[in-house]
């Protein structure tokens, strides 16, 4: 384990496990003809969908979307701005937005309302981490890999500081780092 890491939260095995049932879930919901659009919101939930969509069995498109709120490395200010947006019109289509966390709610309800005004056919949500005690905003969550304590987590996607996002777990870092 690297040594900013206190502990393991979440193991490889238990993530992959989650991810397969998520997506058995999202099997039975969605079908060809839905086609639906998944919107990966990076950069945190990069490696998400990239696991999520192997076992996705009906016909879908993947785009992007960056995003990033003003604030500190460590807490969300609740200032969303859309760094890079959809390539592709999504008037019509089934959405589903795939993020790495839901913690204060700020960055997703943003994104919610505003993929809102292109008036998709449908526009749901799926979220590997939830932090419910951090909410500040209620936004609707369709999916969710795992509810979490308020710690700070990196790892598979998530960084402190842009590091770490390549780790196959999820780890608590330890608070003296990020309090140096
Ligand atoms: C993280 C995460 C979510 C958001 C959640 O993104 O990926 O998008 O924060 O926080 P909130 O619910 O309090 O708004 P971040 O801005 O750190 O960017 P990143 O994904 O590029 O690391």
């Known amino acids: 384990m690297h040594n900013d890491v206190e502990k393991t939260l979440l193991s490889e095995a238990q993530i992959q496990a989650r991810i397969e049932e998520l997506a058995g879930e999202m099997n039975a919901l969605y079908s060809d003809d839905d086609a639906p659009m998944l919107v990966c919101i990076l950069k945190g939930a ?34 969303v701005r859309i760094l890079l947006d959809l390539e592709s019109n999504i008037k019509g289509r089934h959405v589903m937005i795939v993020e790495d966390i839901v913690d204060t709610g700020h960055t997703l309800d943003y994104i ?27 936004v609707p ?30 780890g608590v870092l330890k608070p003296e780092v990020y309090q140096r």
């Open 46 to 79: 990069f490696l998400f969908l990239a696991d999520l969509v192997r076992h996705l069995e009906f016909r879908h498109e993947v785009n992007f979307m960056v995003v990033s709120s003003y604030g500190s490395s460590t807490k969300s200010s609740g200032i």
């Open 112 to 138: 919610l309302r505003n993929l809102s005004t292109r008036h998709p056919a449908s526009l749901r949500v799926a979220t590997l981490l939830n932090k419910p005690s951090r909410r500040e905003v209620q």
């Open 141 to 170: 969550v369709d999916f969710v890999g795992f509810e979490i304590p308020d710690e700070f987590v990196m790892g598979y996607g998530l960084d402190y500081a842009e590091f770490y996002r390549n780790l196959r777990y999820i």
